[in-house]
C-alpha cells in the first residue's frame, strides 16, 4: 500500500530514497514502486531531488528520477531549468538524460542558450541538441546548422536527427552530401531524415545524383528515395 504523505522531512525522503533508488528488477519491483509512490505524494521532493540527488554518477539513482516524474514532468520544469544554467558538469549531464528521456519540449530557449557553452565537449553538445530536436519548434533549426559538420561525430548524428525530427527544410542541402559521411550512422540517420523530409528533399537529392558517380551517395540517395532508411534513435 503506498504511503499518503502531507509533508515529509529531509530524514523520510532519504529513508525512502534508499528503496526508491534500487534496481527495479526482480524481488525489488513492489517495494521500489511504493517507495516511489510515496516520494511523489512529497510537496517539496523535486527540490529536494534535484538539489541533493542530481550530478552523483549514479544511473539507478537517475533512472528513478525519471521514472517517479514520469507522467507529470511538469512539476520539474522549473528546476530543469535551473540545473541546466548550473555551472556543475555532471549535474548537466543528468538534465539533459532526464529532458530527453521525458521529451521535454518546453526548455528550448535555455538549450539554445548553452549550446556555445558546450562546443567541445561533444557528449554534452550532442545531448543539447538531441533535446532541441525533440523541441518541436521549426525556429530552432537556424541554430543547429552550424554543428551539421563538426568534428564531432556524435555531434554530426544527433544534428541531423534533430533537423529531421524539426523538419528544417532549409537544412536538406546540406544534410545531402552526409550520404557519403565517413560515419555509417551518420549516412543511414541522414537517409532517414530526408526521407522525413521526403516531399521538398526528393528534388535536390535527383539534382545530386545526376552529377555524382559515387557509388556510396548513390546507394543511400536511393535509400532515401525509397524509404528503406530505418530510424536511429
Not at 541546466?84 to 549535474?91: G, Y
Not at 548553452?114 to 567541445?120: A, C, K, N, P
Not at 541554430?143 to 568534428?151: H, K
Request: glycine share 4%; proline share 3%.
Amino acid at each position: 500500500m503506498t504511503i499518503l504523505l502531507i509533508s515529509c522531512t529531509d530524514s523520510l525522503m532519504e529513508r525512502l530514497w534508499k528503496t526508491a533508488s534500487l534496481w527495479r528488477a526482480g524481488e525489488n519491483v513492489k517495494k521500489v514502486d511504493i517507495a516511489r509512490d510515496s516520494l511523489k505524494k512529497c510537496p517539496q521532493v523535486v527540490a529536494w531531488l534535484f538539489n541533493n540527488k542530481l550530478g552523483r554518477r549514479d544511473r539507478f539513482s537517475l533512472r528513478a528520477i525519471r521514472d517517479i516524474f514520469q507522467d507529470n514532468y511538469s512539476r520539474t520544469i522549473p528546476y530543469l531549468k535551473i540545473s541546466l544554467l548550473s555551472k556543475d558538469t555532471l549535474k548537466v549531464k543528468d538534465v539533459l538524460y532526464l529532458i530527453n528521456e521525458w521529451k521535454v519540449k518546453e526548455l528550448g530557449d535555455i538549450l539554445i542558450q548553452i549550446l556555445i557553452r558546450y562546443d567541445d565537449r561533444p557528449h554534452i553538445l550532442s545531448s543539447i541538441i538531441r533535446a532541441i530536436g525533440n523541441s518541436e519548434n521549426k525556429e530552432y533549426g537556424k541554430y543547429l546548422l552550424s554543428y551539421i559538420d563538426s568534428e564531432y561525430e556524435m555531434v554530426r548524428f544527433r544534428t541531423i536527427q534533430a533537423l529531421g525530427k524539426l523538419k528544417y527544410y532549409p537544412s536538406i542541402p546540406q544534410i545531402i552530401p552526409h550520404l557519403v559521411d565517413s560515419l555509417f550512422t551518420v549516412r543511414y540517420i541522414s537517409c532517414f531524415t530526408l526521407y522525413q523530409m521526403k516531399d521538398s528533399a526528393y528534388r535536390e537529392i535527383e539534382k545530386f545524383i545526376r552529377t555524382s558517380d559515387n557509388q556510396t551517395f548513390l546507394y543511400f540517395a536511393n535509400l532515401s528515395l525509397s524509404g528503406s532508411c530505418l530510424s536511429t534513435d
